[in-house]
């Protein structure tokens, strides 16, 4: 008997949720790289909308901007169509810190990869299938954000 796809696509959700946390417990990431990984995603954006994103208080990600600028992780430029506001951007030592998290993330999930029967064409789906559940269309230049 096969399970329901209800079922299967709770299980979905519940796993890649319970892999995000095994990662974030076993690696030490810097605080705020889920800013960091959410303005790759977003591009420049005003802190209210960062924290929007985010799901938490505008005070909260406030400091968390303020910790990235002391960091040299992000800067603040003019709004593009607001001469009032400021974006927050990536700098480019902020594009390293994300991607040197993103391979830290790739070998801790390579390494209970290895322990398990796999298949990178397994993979590949599964992959494939978040990508479409997300609605991402592929890019085979990025990796998959696994700060969240």
């Known amino acids: ?59 909260t990600m406030t400091a968390t901007v303020k910790s990235l600028l002391e960091q040299g992780l992000v800067d603040r430029r003019p709004h593009p169509t607001d ?7 990536l700098t480019a030592a902020g594009r390293d810190e994300l991607s040197r998290i993103r391979r830290a993330n790739a070998e801790l999930v390579l ?10 064409e397994e993979v590949a789906t ?9 609605d991402l269309r592929p890019d085979p230049t990025s990796q998959e954000d696994t700060t969240s």
């Open 1 to 59: 008997m096969t399970t329901p796809l209800p079922t299967l696509a709770s299980d979905l959700v519940v796993l890649a949720a319970r892999l995000s946390r095994a990662v974030r417990r076993e690696l030490e990431h810097p605080a705020g790289a889920r800013a960091l990984s959410l303005l790759d995603e977003l591009g420049p954006t005003g802190v209210t909308a960062l924290a929007s994103a985010d799901r938490c208080s505008q005070p």
């Open 83 to 89: 001469g009032r506001a400021q974006v927050v951007a």
């Open 111 to 120: 390494d209970r990869l290895a322990a398990t029967r796999h298949s990178a």
């Open 126 to 134: 599964a992959v494939a299938v978040l990508r479409d559940v997300l």
